[in-house]
């Protein structure tokens, strides 16, 4: 009987000591006892630090999950030549069922490790691990933010009359039995159930995460207490719990979660001039909520974002490429431009790879300054990785939550905020005064979080028409667009 999907895969999935990334691998081939790997604060650490470097790779967030998926299906990123991106850019998923099914498999695969975390530690005595609360926290925030990734890709969206069609598994078991599935909004409620749980537990990063970051990078990964950026610390479930009462349609209590940030005075903003290099294969030492740290993702992005060759690189829809897209990046920035808008510094993400280069390529989350002159980010006392949750999208919450109650002024306000950061002026100073609603919010969330896999999310909340720069034409929002389908196997296995 072949054990591809759901709990069918997520019984005896060891976690093994094996270095990567500084972090530890996770091996599902291999049988570690539980009792052994969670019987002291170092198994417990090792088999967190596993559940982390499976999220950093290709296949999720090192490349599938962070830009690859999202930003082809939001027709941002114009994918490389294989077959594979062009069913994704014209939806044809039956045809690229092979990479939706492994998407499918490996984050249910993932969500086994964090179950397996959480029910060893909550079978042992608290008071023999140092950090018993931080432990679980982390795991019960992963298992929410996991499910979470995967019902907004894999469901249909609750505000288009959805709250009662099939979600789907929200598994807690470590067992061989099929989870059943849930309704849209039952998996809504497991979800916000688990970042709040993880909130709870994660309450001391309060005291741990400060700002200025320590710029000890060592010092990080070798102490538990030291880099919570890169650890789904307290900051990072807020966080979370923001974005998902948002996609739900409560922006009243996701207001309340990213005024727990913004008020935090840990998260600020950076200044127009780090706009460049904000998280070019690096974590922000300011912006960065929680992300994935990897020594692996400045090779993959130097070959598929920096070296844009046809066969494997991805690159931003522009008129240099021909074809005459429908909307092209520099579209994107365009809008809303009045006289006295100031300079959008995050225009400098989009960079010739090269001097006379004809094409432009998104460069954002590339760090350049390694590829050219060698110099690794640890000796700028940075960490290397994947910014998974970043403050901007803090302020866009509030100020949607404003606009949603009539209070125009307040969302003004928060705005503007982020505009000034990015070397931009304030909407009353422009001419005319930009008065912002909805619209605007979006572009500037769509300016702002270019190359980072939200837009996709942001046009499914909206149910919006698709303006295709594969296919050159308008296609018409709906479910068979914007909800990925579940493996068959998944059905065919529960028989």
């Not at 049988?31 to 999220?55: P, R």
């Not at 982390?138 to 969206?157: D, I, S």
């Not at 931009?424 to 969330?445: Q, W």
Request: hydrophobic share 40%; proline share 5%; net charge negative.
């Amino acid at each position: 009987m072949r054990r591809t999907y759901i709990t069918y895969i997520i019984l005896c999935l060891g976690l093994i000591l094996n270095s990567c990334d500084d972090f530890l691998d996770v091996n599902p081939d291999s049988e570690v006892v539980n009792d052994d790997l969670f019987s002291n604060a170092e198994g417990v650490e090792d088999a967190l630090n596993g559940i982390y470097s499976s999220l950093n790779k290709e296949n999720l967030y090192g490349k599938k999950l962070a830009w690859e998926l999202p930003e082809v299906l939001s027709q941002d990123l114009n994918g490389p030549t294989p077959i594979l991106y062009t069913q994704l850019a014209t939806y044809n998923y039956n045809d690229a069922s092979t990479f939706i099914n492994s998407l499918w498999k490996d984050m249910y695969q993932t969500i086994g490790y964090t179950n397996n975390v959480i029910l060893n530690l909550e079978e042992k005595n608290s008071d023999i691990f140092p950090h018993y609360d931080l432990y679980l926290g982390e795991a019960y925030g992963l298992r929410g933010f996991l499910h979470f990734e995967l019902l907004r890709l894999f469901a249909p969206h609750i505000e288009n009359g959805a709250a009662t069609a099939q979600g789907i598994p929200y598994v807690k078991t470590y067992t061989f039995e099929p989870t059943p599935f849930s309704t849209v909004s039952d998996t809504y409620d497991a979800v916000i159930s688990d970042l709040k749980r993880a909130q709870d537990l994660l309450i001391m990063d309060e005291m741990y995460m400060t700002y200025p970051r320590a710029d000890h990078t060592s010092d990080q990964l070798q102490n538990f207490l030291k880099g919570r950026e890169i650890h789904f610390n307290y900051y990072a479930a807020t966080a979370a719990l923001a974005r998902v009462y948002r996609m739900k349609g409560d922006l009243d209590d996701a207001k309340i979660e990213a005024l727990k940030i913004i008020n935090s005075g840990k998260f600020p903003l950076a200044s127009a001039d780090k706009i460049v290099n904000l998280v070019a294969g690096t974590l922000s030492p300011s912006e960065s909520i929680f992300g994935l740290y990897s020594n692996e993702y400045i090779q993959t992005t130097e070959a598929t974002l920096f070296n844009t060759t046809s066969f494997a690189g991805f690159a931003p829809y522009q008129s240099e490429s021909g074809g005459n897209p429908l909307q092209e990046f520099r579209d994107v920035y365009n809008q809303y431009l009045n006289a006295n808008s100031g300079t959008d510094f995050r225009l400098q993400w989009f960079r010739r790879a090269f001097e006379g280069a004809s094409m432009f390529n998104v460069l954002k989350v590339v760090d350049v300054l390694q590829i050219n002159t060698g110099i690794p980010p640890a000796s700028r006392g940075l960490l290397p990785g994947i910014s998974m949750i970043r403050v901007p999208e803090m302020y866009y919450i509030v100020a949607e939550a404003e606009l949603e109650n009539g209070n125009t002024s307040e969302a003004t306000a928060v705005l503007n905020q982020v505009l000034l950061s990015r070397g931009l002026a304030k909407l009353e100073n422009r001419d005319p005064a930009i008065i912002p609603d909805l619209d605007f919010l979006y572009n500037e969330r769509h300016k702002e979080l270019f190359s980072e896999g939200q837009r996709w999310f942001d046009m499914k909340k909206r149910h919006m028409d698709i303006i295709s720069n594969e296919e050159l034409k308008i296609i018409p929002a709906s479910d068979k667009i914007y909800v990925l389908p579940i493996p068959t196997e998944e059905f065919e296995l529960r028989q």
